[in-house]
Nanobody
Framework: VQLQASGGGLAQPGGSLTLSCTTS????????MGWYRRAPGKQREFVAS??????TNFAPFAEGRFVISRINSNYMILRMSGLKPEDTGVYYC???????????????????WGQGTQVTVSS
């Protein structure tokens, strides 16, 4: 299974960008698809996700500014508005399965990552 993220670029503060993520090689509907980001000098953090039930989850900084949509089983977008310089970073799409019990605790049944797309917010 491969994930391809695209749509990053340069935006001005207050501007908007739409990121896209497509999957290939999967014959099933991904249980949970979402976005993570890594800002310069920081660890990767959760941004937003959507289950195949359409239930959504957002990081506090994304709530009210970002919208996540799953167009079909293989296509997801993240609409970002009201962008701030601190939104700058590499954005990764992720697809994972439901949690299963393992010796090291609950883990997703499967966990796939895209290559990342750069978002830069600057005037």
């Amino acid at each position: 299974v491969q994930l391809q993220a695209s749509g990053g670029g340069l935006a001005q503060p207050g501007g908007s960008l739409t990121l896209s993520c497509t999957t290939s090689g999967n014959t099933f509907n991904m249980y949970n698809m979402g976005w993570y980001r890594r800002a310069p000098g920081k660890q990767r953090e959760f941004v937003a996700s959507m289950l195949n039930s359409r239930a959504t989850n957002f990081a506090p900084f994304a709530e009210g500014r970002f919208v996540i949509s799953r167009i079909n089983s293989n296509y997801m977008i993240l609409r970002m508005s009201g962008l701030k310089p601190e939104d700058t970073g590499v954005y990764y799409c992720n697809a994972r399965g439901p949690p299963i019990s393992t010796e090291s605790g609950p883990q997703p049944q499967y966990n796939y990552w895209g290559q990342g797309t750069q978002v830069t917010v600057s005037s």
